[in-house]
């Protein structure tokens, strides 16, 4: 029998699992996946609170949603998903309104009654028509929003979450979230949307739990064991990856803050995620865990304030800044990882793209199909990257 290639994952999140699955699946690859973590899921793991029982989000709320039947299947079969969609909530200087913005929020923000298309004549007369082509994100803001909605919902907020002002970011930030003239409040657009009922931990596990795949936790994947396989996929930080030699890339890190004083509170906010919008307010917004899992009672609640920050030394990183120094470094990143034949950079951190779970799952099902119809390694593509 002809022997296997073995190939190394590093990092246990969704972008390595359903890699590893995928190529041991085929029953050609031999897969050793690495984490430096305890625990498997990544940024998206959940654990129960050992007081209340209430599954929590340990790194911040993750809401599954994705428009590709392919990959709502995908993980179909790997849990079983509850129906629940995100409807957030947002305080401001003028008070709480529903996000993302919608009919429901321009009325009651102006307080009137207006219909779909008075609604949409009247944004469209605050938005700053001068702007053809918003360049960054305070321009989409303005053109499509006008200032006071700019200002009362997305300035403060956006200048806490990356730390720089509005118009320093790209555009496609704010363009995360729709804006509509119905009074739908469903935060994403997507056409499935859930959360798996044991979480995503469990999910992940069950992405793994294969016997061509063997997993090693609490350690850290060190570049130099490169050689040691026909073929590694790397979903830690690009630039950790070359020994930070040409600089740091930015990231924005996250702290939470749990909230204790209300012990005996069964509810404490009525819903999953509330923004604070007011730049005063040092957070960014309140989770509240029990939410995410409608179908569950417990006693007790679990809430969490979150902070953003620049992520330095050991602090973890979230969200790739992407500001423009960034983008010259990483593409100086990408030359170099261009001559790596043996590495294919995946996911979040491997790619330094801001990318919600349904899209790493997408890019990871595509890449492991690309891979599996050339069984030559050293033609795999080094980055992954696909239709979303
Ligand atoms: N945003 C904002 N105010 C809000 C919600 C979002 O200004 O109340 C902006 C902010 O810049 C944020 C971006 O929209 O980073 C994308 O929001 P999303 O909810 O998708 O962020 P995530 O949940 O990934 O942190």
Redesign the pocket.
Known sequence: MRHKKEIGIAGAGFAGAVLARELAESGKYEVVVFDERRHVAGNCHTARDAETGVMVHAYG?HIFHTSREDVWSYVNKFARFRPFTNR?K?VTARGLFT?PVNLLTINQFFGKSMRPWEAREFIASLGDRSMESPRN?EEQALKFLGRELYEN??YG??KK??GVE?SC?PAS??Q??PVRFNYDDN?YASRYQGIPEQGYTALVENLLDHPGIHVRLGERFDPAYTNEFSHVFYSGPMDGFFQYEFGKLQYRSLNFERISEKESVDDFQGNAVI?Y?EESVPYTRITEHKHFAPWEEHKGTVCFREFSKLAQGDDTPY?PLRLESDKDLLLRYEERAESQNRVTFIGRLGTYRYLDMHVVIGESIDLAAACLANETCAQWPRFSRSRT
Do not use: D, K
Request: aromatic residues 34%; contains cysteine; charged residues 5%.
């Open positions: 709320p957030v947002a996000l994100f919902f997305f907020y956006t979450q990356w509005p970011l930030i704010l995360r979230l935060y923004n919008c969200y």
